[in-house]
């Protein structure tokens, strides 16, 4: 068999995959277009407790593996060793009749061994290099222990912070959105060597619009939102080069995603012009049964592949398994199947497999220690945090503090420093909040864990492959241990007080009701600042909370989101002033739940004048706006100008803008770049980000930022037209260090 030309690598891609596509049969085909979950490598963790979660757990191996044995299979998920990665492709190759080595893929959603700041941490960053260099050390770690794939960047715009998986995506713009998409994908694919993973953006599309921010349930979204807000991060992504896409799970507009051939084809394809391959999200093939869209599992199989879903992830009983009934049928061709598997065995192919299919498992251990990896995360975790607040120099501290009172359970949690979607850390080396700040400051660092964070009244499904998560115990007195950390506080120079959710009250199937504090962290926090002493607040969260009390009386007030496995250090660094915070919101932040949604890019309405004042009972903005983020520095900006005042439709313009730090602190600035079109084809909304860069800007420079805003950044797509325009219009144009940005010129745009 080593002399059939498919096994030649001197022969270009293209022929080897017609060669091998050749040579196989409809059940051999339909293998290669099935993924299974195997949990053997988590298995070991779970109690057979008779639930069908533990059942599903024990039973996958050996369901897996029997479909290796028959060559039932093209491709694993969830294997995180390198010795299981080699045994289970070694089965696949030898139970294959010609030999195709398997796809592994992983959810790799913010570091494998070294945990970086959580995706929505990273967005808050807006700084694409830092995004791409992690994902580049999170591809090197993955790629160590046999991984070829990552489900990764999750890119779908989240205006909704009920919805739990706002924590993995960039936040509710879609410029800044496809920016940080962008930078994800380079970073994971690099140049496809031998320490690079596929890029598998997701989830296409429309999945953060679920109604009610209930994760799982279906989207509602208007053509143009759709084509103006939700879609760009995707293409995006493959302009980057992505190697696949993941589809939804949910109906959208009334169609599941993962049968939608206008979804998957006409734009994906067509008009993205994507030619990787298209995976199905966890048993969304086999859904549209559940979902009454399907009729059986053969008439699903046949939907999806229609549709140009390529690859389908599975649990169990795979709709891909009825292939064959379904071509019998007369429900799909196998033409289509065979262009599915093409693109599968492209990416094989693509990644080299077929001449090294297995891990090196004598270098895996030194790629997953390597000390640069946890330097790029530390790094990270610095550029991530973000400074709501800061009134009368509260921050920075002095690192001579005589006493710092560290207050919160989450302060010393290892397993919620790291935050959800991981499964490879190790917890014994987090830098936790108060172990950075007790390493940095040279007075007396003193804890106390505080009231306890109560559990969810529904468990993560996670949970039971976790074997370090942070816990309150039962027998916690959240009433003695509120008056040791108050009394804590009052003996203290200054009291650094950590709020906010456990890891695993956010993510997947992670969506809640409110934006409270849960429990009563709120009633501590005020009894602290109660006592006089001089208070920060670190907020530890993947969504907005509820930080109306704090911002009215608390003076400085720190969001560092999920940082990471050297996330204390990062949090150190900034409140002890080692670095100036630049990290920018990726989102409106709410006074409260009630005001949900609420978007930088609303429209400008009849009444205008009264936005700010639509509730009678407080004011209907933000508590912070859409690229809020204060600095120990300070910046003006000045000369906002144009190369020219007036273009014609199709023609480009350089916005600059002077920057200069009127401070004494060197620091970062994020000058942003936000439109609003005067009239047109259809109304638009009050400010569009159309730009931006970070820049570091030292104490007393000025620097010069200069933008191109052309065709691409001055077209939407209308519901007038059903498709792009670009008006003859008016178009303000503003710059600044948030989307309330006052410098502004006007530009011309003639037909």
Known sequence: MTDLPFRNPDLGVEERVEDLLARLTLEEKAGQVTQYFYFGTFGQDVA???????????????????????????????????????????????????????????????GFRTIFPVPIAQAASWDPEVIAAGEAV??????????????????????????????????????????????????????????????????????????????????????????????????AAVDAGAANIMSAYMDLNGVPASGNRWLLTDVLRDEFGFDGFVVSDANAVRSMVTQHFARDLADAGARAMNAGLDLEMTMEDPAYAHLTDAVAQGLVSEA???????????????????????????????????????????????????????????????????SIAVIGQ??????????PWVFDYDASETVTVLDGIRARATGEVTFAPGVGIPERLYPSMFDAMDSALGRTAHDHDDEAEIALAVE??????????????????????A?????????????QLQRIVATGTPTVVVVMSGRPLDLR???????????????????????????????????????????????????????????????????????????????????????????????ADRIAVGETVQVSVDVTNTSTVDADEVVQVYIHQRYGTSS????????????????????????????????????????????????????????????????????
């Not at 004598?362 to 610095?382: C, F, G, I, M, Y």
Request: aromatic fraction near 8%; hydrophobic fraction near 40%.
């Open 488 to 509: 804590l506080a009052a003996s203290s120079e200054v009291a650094v007080v950590v709020v906010g959710e456990r890891q695993n009250q956010i993510g997947e199937k």
């Open 138 to 235: 999170a591809a090197r770690e993955s790629r160590a222990v046999g991984i070829h794939w990552a489900f990764a960047p999750m890119v779908d715009i989240a205006r909704d912070p009920r919805w739990g998986r706002i924590v993995e995506g960039a936040g509710e713009d879609p410029v800044l959105g496809g920016v940080v998409a962008a930078a994800h994908v380079r970073g994971f694919q690099g140049d496809f060597g031998p320490d690079s993973v596929l890029a598998g953006p997701k989830h296409f599309a429309g999945y953060g619009a679920a109604r009610g921010g209930r994760d799982y349930e279906d989207s509602e979204i208007s053509d143009a939102e759709l084509w103006n807000v939700y879609l760009p991060p995707f293409k």
């Open 48 to 110: 057979d407790d008779g639930s069908a979660e533990a059942h599903q757990y024990l039973e996958s191996p050996r369901m897996v593996e029997a479909a290796l044995a028959r060559g039932g299979a093209g491709s694993l998920l969830f294997v995180r060793d390198p010795a299981s990665a080699n045994r289970l492709q070694r089965m696949a190759i030898e139970g294959s009749r010609l030999g195709i080595p398997l796809l592994f893929g992983f959810d790799v959603i913010h």
């Open 336 to 402: 289509a199947v065979d262009e599915a598997v093409r693109r599968i065995l492209r990416a094989k192919f693509r990644l080299g497999l077929f001449e090294n299919p297995y891990a090196d498992e004598a270098t895996t251990q030194d790629v997953l220690a390597t000390p640069a990896h946890r330097e790029t995360a530390r790094l990270a975790a610095e550029r991530t945090a973000v400074l709501l607040k800061n009134e009368g120099g509260a921050l920075p501290l002095a690192v001579d503090a005589a």
């Open 684 to 751: 638009r909304p009050v400010r569009e980000l159309k730009a931006f860069e970070r820049v570091a800007i030292g104490a007393g420079e000025t620097r010069t930022l200069s933008f191109d805003l052309g065709p691409d950044e001055l077209r939407y797509w209308s519901a007038v037209t059903r498709g792009w325009v670009q008006d003859a219009t008016e178009i303000e144009i503003y710059a600044g260090g948030d989307s309330t940005a006052e410098s502004s010129t006007v530009l011309t745009v003639t037909s």
């Open 410 to 419: 989450l302060a010393d949690s290892p397993r919620d420093t790291l935050g």
């Open 511 to 523: 969506s809640n009701d409110t934006l409270e504090l849960p429990g009563r962290q709120l009633e």
């Open 549 to 643: 009390w704090a911002q009215e009386n608390v003076p400085a007030i720190l969001q560092v989101w999920y940082p990471g496995t050297r996330g204390g250090e990062g949090a150190a660094a900034v409140l002890f002033g080692d670095v100036s915070p630049g990290g920018k919101l990726p989102f409106s932040w709410p006074r409260h739940v009630g005001q949900i949604p609420v978007i930088l890019s609303h429209y400008r309405t009849f009444q205008p004048a009264e936005a700010d004042s639509r509730y009678w009972s407080e004011p209907s903005t933000p508590l912070y706006p859409f690229g809020h983020g204060l600095s120990y520095a300070s910046f003006s900006y000045a000369n906002l100008r144009l190369s």
